[in-house]
């Protein structure tokens, strides 16, 4: 049994990071994933669970919130029409394959090279999200042939990598190619689910040492935050949406992204051990 004061700090620190999360993605708009891994992260090792395997946790368990979150959002977006499913039926299978090779490649590396891998991503995440405009294009329709047939596998491959959705890619990729923004952002909740399914599975028989993963792990999801993400998010999203039709979301979404910027500054600093 775990120590009980241990599991009561891990509750704590779990609740605080399902409501910012919850409230954020109501907010921004932001997949909950890019904020989850590194917060599941710190948390963790903040609760003394440094193993080599600590990236393959949170990456796992921020990915089986991703589930039910793209689940419940594509069923609301598809009532309201939104989600464009012939983009989401050609690219789901390149992403499922990208997928599962993500979960085979984060499965053989250190946590501290999927620290490193966070790290870089995440600063091109954030300078996206900083700098990019609503303008900038690389074509009038989403590619198809060989172009998708590259270019889907890589959506879930980094996405695994990352353990995130597929917003943080999809949405700027769909974005480029001409797609309006509340149709890209509808289906690439989509997308998230065609990651989040196979990749958990896939998780779910990653063997992580018993003195290196957190209480109520099962392979490499911890139980005891998967649920209390999932509840946190469903009572503060709300909260967030609430907040983003009482102001401006945009410049709150630069500040976002210096955020995200510096926590992703400071993944790859730690991966390099400085």
């Given at each position: 049994?775990?120590?009980?004061?241990?599991?009561?700090?891990?509750?704590?620190?779990?609740l605080v990071i399902g409501a910012f999360a919850g409230v954020l993605a109501g907010l921004l708009?932001?997949?909950?994933?890019?904020?989850?891994?590194?917060?599941?992260?710190?948390?963790?090792?903040?609760?003394g669970y440094e193993g080599p395997q600590l990236m393959q946790v949170c990456l796992a368990t921020s990915l089986a919130t991703i589930i039910v979150t793209s689940l419940r959002s594509v069923l609301s977006h598809n009532k309201k029409g939104a989600v464009d499913w012939?983009?989401?039926?050609?690219?789901?299978?390149g992403i499922a394959i990208g997928a599962v090779l993500g979960v085979l490649v984060a499965s053989s590396l250190r946590s501290t090279t999927l620290q490193g891998v966070?790290?870089?991503?995440?600063?091109?995440?954030?300078?996206?999200l900083g700098l990019g405009r609503a303008h900038w294009r690389l074509g009038q329709a989403m590619p198809k042939g060989f172009a998708r047939a590259i270019l889907s596998p890589i959506v879930g491959f980094l996405s695994v990598l990352m353990g995130i959705g597929g917003g943080s890619f999809g949405v700027p990729l769909m974005s480029l190619y001409n797609t309006p923004i509340h149709r890209a952002v509808a289906t690439a909740a989509g997308f998230g689910i065609t990651i989040a399914v196979p990749s958990v599975i896939?998780?779910?028989?990653?063997?992580?040492?018993?003195?290196?993963?957190?209480?109520?792990?099962?392979?490499?999801?911890?139980?005891?935050?998967?649920?209390?993400?999932i509840a946190m998010t469903l009572i503060t999203a709300p909260w967030?949406?609430?907040?983003?039709?009482?102001?401006?979301?945009?410049?709150?979404?630069?500040v976002f992204a210096v955020f995200l910027t510096l926590v992703a500054l400071n993944m790859l600093r730690k991966a390099l051990g400085w």
């Open positions: 049994m775990p120590d009980t004061m241990l599991l009561m700090q891990m509750l704590a620190l779990l708009g932001v997949g909950g994933g890019i904020v989850l891994v590194p917060a599941f992260f710190y948390a963790f090792q903040t609760l012939d983009i989401l039926k050609t690219w789901a299978p966070f790290g870089v991503l995440g600063i091109v995440i954030g300078a996206y896939g998780f779910l028989f990653l063997t992580i040492a018993p003195e290196h993963r957190p209480p109520y792990t099962l392979g490499a999801v911890n139980l005891v935050a998967f649920f209390i993400v967030g949406v609430k907040l983003a039709h009482a102001m401006d979301p945009k410049p709150l979404k630069r």
